[in-house]
């Protein structure tokens, strides 16, 4: 039976709720969605602002964990920062303006080396990705991929690391994004030379609208290999599952 995917689309996979343990001593609500077959690539997600309802379940992350481990055949480990809340439940501790959220990073990367997951990348979204660009420069990332980046905890010599690092960094900028647009992203992201800005031409800083085409690009991005556009349609079985938003 052929399925269009839609928001509500749950496509097949080994999905599995995970505690991701801190050196501060939090525990932090996640799940791994993985391929039924071996990861090409693991994809570690860090969400939105918390304090403006970012988490774990924010849309582009759910679609991400939903279809991508059966349209591409990757990982993907989602889950909540510090205080933050979502349907899988609270994460210990509290919002710390990005700064003790440099642990979560770490747990999160920790759990993607313990459990030999291949090909991780890095995937920040607005303050994810301030996270991401401070604390993810680790050796066991391949590369960072960016969604809306507002470069607001960055500070040039975060940017310097990326760029002595020499690891591939991709920056997908809407068009009319509140934060940061697509021609200063790329004066202020020119400081790291292997750096690509991805335009999106209409799209809000939320990319409400636009899911298809940030998956497709990240897809591409870290799986050249894989063709895009993604399906749009799906031939087997399927779910679908309305989430539950979380104050």
Wanted: glycine share 8%; charged share 20%; aromatic share 6%.
């Amino acid at each position: 039976m052929t399925t269009e995917i839609r928001a509500n689309t749950v496509l097949p996979a080994r999905r599995e709720p995970v505690t991701l343990h801190t050196a501060d001593g939090l525990n932090l609500i996640g799940e791994l969605s993985l391929p039924e077959g071996e990861p090409k690539a693991t994809l570690v997600l860090l969400h939105p602002l918390p304090t403006h309802g970012g988490m774990m379940d924010s849309h582009l992350y759910r679609k991400a964990a939903w279809r991508l481990p059966a349209l591409a055949d990757v990982a993907v480990l989602r889950f909540n920062t510090r205080g933050t809340a979502s349907e899988a439940g609270r994460s210990d501790g509290e919002f710390d303006n990005g700064d003790g959220e440099r642990f979560d990073v770490a747990a999160a990367l920790e759990y993607a080396e313990f459990h030999d997951l291949p090909n991780v990348w890095l995937v920040g979204w607005s303050f994810g990705t301030d996270l991401a660009l401070v604390h993810g420069c680790d050796p066991l990332v391949r590369g960072l991929f960016l969604i809306s980046p507002p470069l607001r905890w960055s500070k040039p010599e975060h940017l310097k690391t990326w760029a002595d690092s020499g690891k591939p960094v991709f920056c997908l900028v809407p068009e009319h994004d509140d934060n940061l647009q697509p021609d200063e992203a790329r004066e202020r992201f020119s400081a790291i030379p292997q750096a690509k800005v991805i335009p999106v031409a209409g799209g809000k800083h939320l990319l409400v609208g636009y899911a298809e085409e940030a998956l497709d690009q990240l897809v591409a991005a870290i799986l050249p290999d894989v063709p895009t556009p993604l399906p749009r349609t799906w031939d087997g079985p399927s779910t679908t599952h309305q989430v539950t938003i979380v104050s």
